[in-house]
């Protein structure tokens, strides 16, 4: 018999869906690795949001053979110690799709429309007509990342009759851009962009990616959305470029620190909007990363079919 266990807190109720649809499997569901390791030491199969594991904690569950994260995030994973044990990998990419794209359009309009400004407004008890306001329409997003989460976002744009352009590894043309390039492509882009939204992966080739040189090709009236992880945007970078004016302004929902210190110069600022890491918050995120568990967990039981998002351990992602 199947043993998964839980590190991540799931509720009573998918709990027991999970418990209905699979009786043949044992379940074993906690709120931390550490009652894993204590109590699931013999498991074969783990979920987790991915940020659990070690190289020391995969050694104490020698049975493990597969691990699936219900996150899309998964650079915190002990990638050698799980390529060298062949412990098979997926992950919960796709689910933020919908959360994502909707949070990235809401900003967006709250830009150009300018309701933070108007909110303020309101509270002063001011009726000030004189605000310039803009459009989305005919404007050109660059979304560097054009995996789940970035073509989500693009199809929303397109339907405000935005230009939208893709980064990939490959360059390889999608759908729901108007344009696809590589990171090779990057100064061209970010010169065109009037919105650059950032949906890449951590990983060694992206880290810093967004730094003093890149935001020196990007227009003075740009604007910058980081949805991804902090630490592929150069914050102190960040910082000067909106201290002098040197983007119009940014978006950010992650950070090299979180939470965000309360000393972090970045609260102090009126062209950037904060967010604490919740632009892929949804009522619904348990439900959609449970059923592409279930699907795997279905090919997992039976040896027939393919995983879904599974990952390139070598590639870290």
């Known amino acids: 018999m199947a043993h998964i266990a839980s590190s991540a807190k799931i509720s009573q109720r998918h709990r027991q869906r999970l418990q209905e649809k699979f009786p043949e499997v044992r379940f074993s569901f906690y709120e931390g690795i550490h009652e894993v390791l204590e109590q699931a030491a013999d498991a074969d199969?783990?979920?987790?949001?991915?940020?659990d594991l070690t190289g020391e904690r995969l050694r104490r569950l020698p049975r493990l053979r597969w691990i699936h994260v219900i996150s899309a995030g998964v650079e915190q994973l002990p990638f050698s110690e799980l390529e060298q044990?062949?412990?098979?990998?997926?992950?919960?990419?796709?689910?933020h799709e919908v959360p994502m794209g909707e949070y990235t359009v809401a900003v967006m309009l709250d830009w150009v429309r300018k309701l933070s400004v108007f909110r303020d407004r309101q509270r002063e008890r001011r009726w000030d007509p004189s605000i310039r306001v803009g459009e989305l329409a005919g404007k050109t997003a660059a979304i560097?990342?054009?995996?789940?989460?970035?073509?989500?976002?693009?199809?929303?744009?397109?339907?405000?009759?935005?230009?939208?352009?893709?980064?990939?590894?490959?360059?390889?043309?999608?759908?729901?851009?108007?344009?696809?390039?590589?990171?090779?492509?990057?100064?061209p882009i970010l010169e065109e962009a009037d919105f650059v939204v950032v949906t890449l992966p951590h990983t060694p080739q992206t880290e810093g990616l967004l730094g003093e040189?890149?935001?020196?090709?990007?227009?003075?009236?740009?604007?910058?959305?980081?949805?991804?992880?902090?630490p592929v945007v150069v914050e102190r970078a960040l910082l000067r470029a909106l201290n002098q004016r040197q983007i119009g302004g940014a978006v950010l929902d992650v950070f090299d620190q979180e939470p965000l210190q309360e000393d972090h110069p970045f609260w102090e600022m009126d062209n950037l909007l904060i967010t604490p890491h919740i632009s892929g918050r949804s009522p619904l995120y348990m439900t959609r990363a449970l059923e592409i568990f279930e699907?795997?967990?279905?090919?997992?039981?039976?040896?027939?079919?393919?995983y879904i998002n599974r990952l390139d351990l070598s590639r870290g992602y």
């Open 45 to 51: 199969g783990l979920i987790t949001y991915g940020e």
């Open 85 to 95: 044990a062949g412990i098979l990998v997926t992950n919960s990419r796709g689910i």
């Open 144 to 187: 560097l990342g054009a995996g789940a989460i970035g073509q989500g976002i693009a199809k929303r744009l397109q339907a405000f009759d935005m230009k939208v352009w893709g980064v990939n590894t490959t360059g390889k043309p999608l759908p729901q851009f108007d344009q696809v390039g590589t990171l090779a492509d990057l100064k």
């Open 213 to 230: 040189e890149a935001f020196g090709w990007m227009k003075p009236t740009s604007f910058l959305i980081n949805i991804a992880r902090g």
């Open 295 to 306: 699907r795997n967990l279905s090919v997992y039981l039976s040896g027939n079919g393919a």
